[in-house]
Structures are given as C-alpha cells and as structure tokens.
C-alpha cells in the first residue's frame, strides 16, 4: 500500500518568515494530494490540494508543489503569522472519493512572534 | 466547503460501558465515510470506511465486533466502541467524501473519548 513520509516532525521559524514542509510517497498510482492543519483538540481542515496534472498550486500565501517523477510534494507558507502556529498534515490517495488518504506523521509548526 | 459534524465533541465513561459517536454531513450526502483514530501527538490512521446502506469495510488490525459502525442513511454514520477499555481513550475523527468522487475528504470536529 501508499507510504507517505512527512518532514520535518517540527518547524520553528520566526514571523514574517516561510516554511516548507515536505513529503514523499511511494505509491506512484497516487495522483491526489491534499495538505490539512490540525489545532488542537480539533478536526483536521483542508487547506489546499493538488492533483498529478497539475505541478503547482497557490492560494493567498499558501502554495503547493508536485514532482511526480521524484515522487514528492511540499506546502509552502509565505509571511508567517502566528495563527499558521498547527500540526500540517500531508496525505496521497489515488483520488476516487471511496478511496481512503494515506497521511504522512504529521509537522508541528511554529511560529516566533 | 463542505460541512461534517460530530457528536458529541467529547465523552467520559467507565470502563466496560459502550459508546456511540455520531457523524452527519450537514449540506451534502455522503455514501462513504471515514473513522480515523489518533492516538496525542500522532497521525490519523483509518479504522474503517462507511458505506451507505453495506458492511463497514475495516482496516487490517481493528476489531470489528469491538467498534461497530452503522452508515444507515446518507447523511450519519455512527460508531459504536463497545466494552471500552482505557486503551480505547482517543480522539476519534470521521470524514466524508463529497460525491463528486474527485477524492476531497471533509473531516468532522472529532470526539475525544475518555474511559476511566
């Protein structure tokens, strides 16, 4: 089955700064890869998602990038805000809507006022 | 987007007892949806998937018979832990796929179960 490996298990960066959170998986069947902020004590919400036909997407001062060759995609934050302060799930699945996400470990990001 | 909501939000009981937590989807319906589990600081990991109107189909490694789910409309889905134990203390998520089928999963507030 679909192995998703998420990096790093905690970001610290200041405000105003980017980060970059990256994964990979193994299935090269995937071809839909959603990214979901967590707070705590609180479902996950989807904040952006990519498909396989496509190499980049950008919302606001969120983007994502895919590389299928490698096999690896990455969220990208722009302007930090304390807010963005989250656990950042990554996750792949072959995209049919019956077809369950495989989710990477998690990113506890933080932001430095 | 899609609204997925849980309930209740969190529960305590004894150990022994069952528990049932709920899931709707408010503003579409749902033929299949999801119970993840997440143990404090982890990953989701999917316990089953919930097809309106059949069988649960469930993941290698979670018992069946212990958390029992029932997807009897197209718009709930429940989840029963029964003679629940300590180590079933968790947060528990669902989510639901629009039908659409194009893969966007909606994920409800989760319920964090507590047994003493």
């Known amino acids: 089955g679909e192995n998703v490996e998420q990096h790093p298990s905690t970001l610290s960066v200041q405000e105003g700064d980017s980060a970059v959170i990256k994964c990979t998986y193994s299935d090269s069947a995937s071809n839909y890869f959603p990214w979901y902020k967590q707070e705590l004590g609180k479902g996950p919400q989807l904040i952006i998602d990519i498909r396989s036909n496509v190499g980049e997407k950008k919302d606001q001062r969120i983007a994502v990038t895919l590389n299928k060759t490698a096999k690896h995609f990455s969220l990208h934050i722009t302007e930090t805000q304390p807010e963005d302060s989250a656990v950042y799930f990554c996750a792949a699945s072959k995209g049919g809507g019956a077809d369950g996400l495989t989710f990477g470990k998690g990113t506890h990001l933080i932001i430095q006022p | 987007g899609a609204v997925v909501s849980q309930h209740p939000s969190w529960v305590i009981c004894k150990s022994g007892t069952s528990v049932k937590i709920e899931c709707r989807s408010l503003d579409f319906q749902a033929t299949t949806m999801f119970w993840y589990r997440q143990f404090p600081k982890q990953s989701l990991m999917l316990m089953a998937t919930?097809?309106?109107?059949?069988?649960?189909?469930?993941e290698q490694g979670v018992e069946k018979d212990k958390f029992l789910i029932n997807h009897a409309s197209l718009t709930l889905s429940t989840l029963t832990v029964t003679s629940a134990h300590p180590e079933d203390s968790s947060f528990y998520i669902c989510?639901?796929?629009?039908?659409?089928?194009?893969?966007?999963?909606?994920f409800g507030e989760g319920s964090r179960l507590t047994v003493l």
């Open positions: 989510s639901a796929s629009l039908p659409s089928g194009h893969g966007e999963l909606f």
């Open positions: 919930s097809n309106e109107g059949s069988k649960a189909t469930y």
